[in-house]
């Protein structure tokens, strides 16, 4: 079992930053990758970045790329998703996820994760 809590979440001007935080704990030593979704109202949960537990690889959305920063804290158990230049467009509820499967690459797919945290809501006015 892994178990993941998101924070930071909250409501920002345009242009604004945020990070959030995804705290994660339990059996995360067979953890491939931890992940950052959003779904906004009425559309599908989508792939926002994700970086792989051990070696540290990243990958971004095309929609976040230049904006958006992914990190690790190792002795925190800890990942920040740190979000600058926020858009309007950017207004979702922000998930954490865990893939703890035998992976050998990052999965954009929400299928690809079995742990999900509860969720922050991330809201940017224009």
């Known amino acids: 079992q892994v178990q993941l809590v998101e924070s930071g979440g909250g409501l920002v001007q345009a242009g604004g930053s945020l990070r959030l935080s995804c705290a994660v704990s339990?059996?995360?030593?067979?953890?491939?990758?931890v992940a950052w979704f959003r779904q906004a109202p009425g559309k599908e949960r989508e792939f926002v970045t994700a970086?792989?537990?051990?070696?540290?690889?990243?990958v971004y959305a095309d929609a976040v790329k230049g904006r958006f920063t992914l990190s690790r804290d190792n002795a925190k158990n800890t990942v920040y998703l740190q979000m600058n230049n926020l858009k309007p467009e950017d207004t979702a509820v922000y998930y954490c996820a865990a893939d703890t499967g035998y992976s050998v690459r990052i999965s954009s797919s929400r299928r690809g994760y079995d742990y999900w945290g509860q969720g922050t809501q991330v809201t940017v006015s224009s």
């Open positions: 339990g059996r995360t030593f067979n953890t491939y990758a």
């Open positions: 970086i792989t537990w051990r070696a540290g690889t990243i």
